[in-house]
């Protein structure tokens, strides 16, 4: 069906979202020989004899690059590279915008992960970070670790970490809303693409060990044989200690937490009624989440969803801007799993005591405390870690 081009979002889009912005004046000929030639040569060279001086002398210090191939363009899908590029522009705002970072969107026609890699590793020297976006699973999973293993500045998948840190971050408050321990929680995660697995990686690093995932096939136990691959193996080895075998609803009988990162409608009021007493309830599928917030049972405490119209909104905006200004301000060589937990705890101190509830478990994406917050997070952790060039 033909998209109707009368939404309000396309005269928004035309010519563009972003462009360049020039930092220094060019204004008559000495401003032109230090700009380019003859001054820029002086320039290059020092860099060429003193490679790190090249964090000083160019962008590099404060210029990510935003890279996808456009096959899981946000719920919509493979694309192509030429379709993702509205939504690679759109993080690049969001960058600007709120921490100050220059993006440039990426958007290669390449879908082998050999080619991926091989593609960002020859753009790396022009970069201080990596944002990969909207890449399927499992590729995304080996594209990033490969892109981490073998590049010296931080590689880091939105999809899954930007989503897995404002989650945990929303845990973090929901818990002491209800009055759980974190570590005992029982987790029911539906969706074990790239989202899901990060959430629990980043929830196992916590403590949490009761997990169970749910896929199209089912729960994901030891030993499950259809629809398997690389990464559904070895979240198998790591989860479901009481090897649950089933659909949602057999996942969700005594779960104190449902996080949904998958489809429309695909938990029912009566899945959740099994769950615990003070349940918590993240439903991020976008924009129609797993279960509508007024669908749920009364034994629901806490509530949350990925769109802006109901309260606890889970938005990736509140995680990366953060924690690329804070690998940025410290020249960081990468990016690992307990930077990703400072800033999940940063980001749910954001919320004060005064405030916090069922409705607001997460700050706002407006909230001018959230990217300070995760930044100094990030930055304390890389200097501490010996992952800080500055």
Known sequence: ??????????????????????????????????????????????????????????????????????????????????????????KAVLFKHFAGIDAVP???????????????????????????????????????????EELDIPVFHDDQHGTAIVTVAALLNAVRVVDKPFADLRVAIMGIGAAGVACAKLLMHMG???????????????????????????????????????????????????????GPGLVKPEFVEQMTDDAIVCAMANPVPEIMPEEVPPNVAVMATGRSDYPNQINNV?????????????????????????????????????????DKVIPSVFDAEVVPAVAEAVRSLAREKGLART
């Open 208 to 262: 949490v060990r009761d997990i169970v995932g749910v896929d199209r096939s089912g729960t994901i136990y030891k030993g499950r044989k259809q629809h398997m691959n690389g990464q559904k193996k070895w979240f198998a080895n790591r989860t479901n200690p009481r090897n649950i075998a089933g659909g949602i609803d057999d996942a969700l009988v005594d779960a104190d937490v449902f996080l949904g990162v998958s």
């Open 106 to 148: 990426i958007c290669l026609d390449a879908h082998e992960v050999i080619d991926i890699v091989a593609v960002v590793k020859a753009l790396a020297p022009s970069f201080g970070g990596i944002n990969l976006e909207d890449i399927s699973a499992p590729r995304c999973f080996e594209i990033e670790g490969r892109l981490s």
């Open 1 to 90: 069906m033909p998209v109707d081009r009368s939404h309000p979002a396309f005269p928004y889009h035309v010519g563009g979202k972003v462009g360049t912005e020039i930092t220094k004046p060019v204004e008559n000929r000495a401003d032109l020989s230090l700009a380019y030639t003859p001054g820029v040569g002086l320039v290059c060279e020092a860099i060429a004899d003193d490679p790190p001086a090249v964090w000083e002398y160019t962008g590099r210090a404060n210029t990510v690059a935003v890279v996808s191939d456009g096959t899981a363009v946000l719920g919509l899908g493979d694309l192509g590279p030429e379709g993702a590029i509205p939504v690679m522009e759109g």
């Open 318 to 358: 509140l995680a990366f801007p953060g924690v690329f200004r804070g690998l940025l301000d410290v020249r960081a060589r990468r990016v690992d799993l307990d930077m990703k937990v400072a800033a999940a705890r940063a980001l749910a101190g954001c919320v004060s005591d005064a405030d916090l509830g069922p």
